[in-house]
């Protein structure tokens, strides 16, 4: 991921230095394993764990003529130790995918801390903001047309409950991912006891792998990506709803605008949703990563490399975009302005259609039929979409055309928006409660 997107916790576990450290403690782990059961020399332990991890600049250099990064590294790290004589017992029994499945692991997990606390971070946000607007009454919209009246609170909890899930779906997918193989060339333990596999996993805190081949197979990493992708989308979801509210005809909500900040280079007069338009961009790029991925899950036999490129390039893209999502999603929600008294105009905007559901019900309790009490309601609701004419005034109009009797009393009573939105509080203990 380009270094715009990158944030310095994220990239560090991502970054080419950071994995040769895994790798050697990885390979550390497991001669300590061998060490302690007799296989090899107990001497060469205390050399190769004081070695210090070779420079990508180094390996580089040896894989510019092996066209095997493993292979380079260990020569690299062999370079760094001394007696160089110990490094002979490094890698010992194992193939290169022990190595790298098992600190990719590592990587994996220590990444879905970062974005796990970041994803608390956006639940905090939406639940304290939905609670802030639970009396912020706004007109709701079903295909982007005025339906009946609602809070924005009510919104915001909606997307507040679904960060917590996409949430709780990462921390399932973090014991997915965090597997450890040292298993040998196809997985049988040929050359290496089991008991080493199951001491780095604790030593790593990670679990042995029910089964590996020369590889883990990637169902867990697939549904890693998933997990991020979900977020990822769920973040453009908040996204959404402040670019539709940002918009000159709407002008509900708008992102924080800073003190010298640029809207254009044209027009002087603009404020654009900047983040949310960032946002809905680069959740593509984490969406764009779920079918490669997964098309890692069959490989020939026991292993090929087709998985590989694939995921040196989606694994960090992915971790390193939610990360940078999570973080601008959060910013927003907690900058993001609500003008209310715009919310109420546009609620009041169309004459009171927004009532029809409730004057529909209320003429069927009153004994009309309901195909009736539809006709007459429709005919007078489009009569207020064609004219302007407030849909009272219409409704009236019409009823007495139909010589039908309206309780103008009740009516006044239901056509409130508080009453719409009346059973909520449920709702709302449900989000304070969220965590």
Request: with cysteine.
């Amino acid at each position: 991921m380009i270094e715009r997107y990158t944030l310095p916790e994220m990239g560090v576990v991502w970054s080419e230095q950071h994995k040769y450290e895994l790798w050697c403690r990885v390979e550390t782990l497991v001669l300590e394993a061998h060490a302690a059961a007799g296989r090899v020399p107990a001497e060469v332990v205390e050399p190769v764990r004081n070695a210090p991890a070779p420079t990508p600049e180094a390996v580089a250099e040896i894989e510019a003529t092996t066209q095997h990064d493993v292979i380079a590294f260990l020569s690299a790290w062999a370079d760094n130790t001394e007696p160089r004589s110990a490094a002979a017992y490094v890698h010992h029994g194992m193939t290169s995918s022990d190595l790298l499945d098992t600190a990719l692991a590592v990587q994996l997990t220590d990444a879905t801390d970062v974005l796990l606390a970041k994803a608390d971070r956006l639940v905090a946000a939406l639940r304290d903001h939905g609670l802030a607007h639970r009396d912020t009454l706004k007109v709701g919209r079903t295909h982007g047309v005025h339906a009946e009246p609602d809070v924005w609170g009510h919104r915001v909890a909606d997307l507040a409950f679904a960060a917590a899930r996409s949430r709780d779906r990462l921390r399932t997918a973090r014991t997915a991912v965090g597997v450890v193989a040292i298993s040998g060339a196809v997985g049988t333990y040929s050359l290496i006891d089991p008991s080493v596999e199951v001491t780095v996993a604790q030593a790593l805190d990670l679990r042995a792998a029910d089964a590996s081949t020369q590889v883990v197979l990637r169902d867990g990493i697939s549904e890693w990506v998933s997990a991020l992708a979900i977020i990822a989308t769920v973040c453009e979801a908040i996204a959404l709803e402040v670019r539709h509210g940002q918009r000159t005809e709407v002008r509900e909500l708008s992102e924080a605008f800073g003190s010298g900040q640029k809207g254009s280079s044209a027009m002087p007069h603009k404020k654009n949703p900047i983040r949310s338009e960032r946002i809905a961009g680069l959740a593509r790029v984490v969406r764009a990563a779920i079918v490669p991925v997964m098309e890692g899950i069959p490989l020939w036999h026991e292993r090929d490399i087709s998985h590989s490129s694939t995921e040196r390039v989606f694994l960090p893209d992915a971790a390193i975009t939610t990360d940078y999502l999570l973080d601008l999603t959060s910013g927003l929600v907690e900058n993001l302005v609500v003008d209310a008294e715009r919310m109420r105009a546009n609620l009041d905007s169309t004459g009171g259609l927004i009532y029809t559901s409730s004057v529909l019900l209320e003429l069927v309790e009153a004994g009309m039929g309901r195909e009736q009490s539809y006709a007459l309601v429709q005919t007078a609701a489009m009569e207020t979409w064609k004219t302007g004419t407030p849909f009272r005034e219409t409704l009236r109009a019409k009823a007495e055309t139909d010589g039908v009797a309206l309780d103008e009393a009740r009516l006044d009573e239901i056509c409130r928006p508080e009453r719409y939105v009346q059973n909520l509080d449920p709702l709302f203990e449900r989000l304070a409660a969220l965590s």
